[in-house]
């Protein structure tokens, strides 16, 4: 039985004794700090989310290979960097033997229900934008942000992941928020 107060060290120590549960709580505690770094790295929710699988996948895998319990959430966001590098190569050699995907005419027949391409790019230059923001914030400021308004996590799931109070989390989160939206409006 997994004790939701049980220390991250205890869980990997009997994870590595091959307790699935174990390990299960250890994802449920990280799950959502991997997606919003791997996000924050990608820019791509669905490709985040893959990247996200890979890593806890790998992980279990090579758990007993981890010599130190108190270096997991380091440990874990090395094979997350791992993963992201594994994944642009792959997607570099599928493009280089991908070729043409279909001729000039074929493509102009498909309609697209999506915003025009101007549209498109005005709004992935606003998220880019913002996304260069919140990574130039100072640590602190920066993963409860990602945490809350990227991954989407609640208040005691970011306290519990970054071992902040509510107070403390509150508190984060404005003054991120405050320093995010100052360096939005500067030109």
Known sequence: MVLTGELDEALVVRSRRGDRAAFEELVRRTARLLFAHLYLKTHDAHSAEDLVQETLLIAWRSIADLDDP????GW???????ALVD???????????RGVLGSADELSRA?????????SAAQADERSRVLKLLESLPQDYRDPLMLRYVAGADYETIG???AI?????????QRGMKLLREKLTEP
């Not at 994944?87 to 033997?97: D, G, T, V, W, Y």
């Open 70 to 73: 108190k270096t997991f959430r």
């Open 76 to 82: 874990l966001m090395t094979i997350a960097n791992s």
């Open 87 to 97: 994944a642009a190569r792959r997607e570099m050699r599928k493009k280089r033997r």
């Open 111 to 119: 309609a697209d229900p999506g915003p025009t391409p101007v549209e």
């Open 160 to 162: 519990r992941q970054l």
């Open 165 to 173: 109070s509510n107070g403390s989390l509150r508190g984060l989160l």
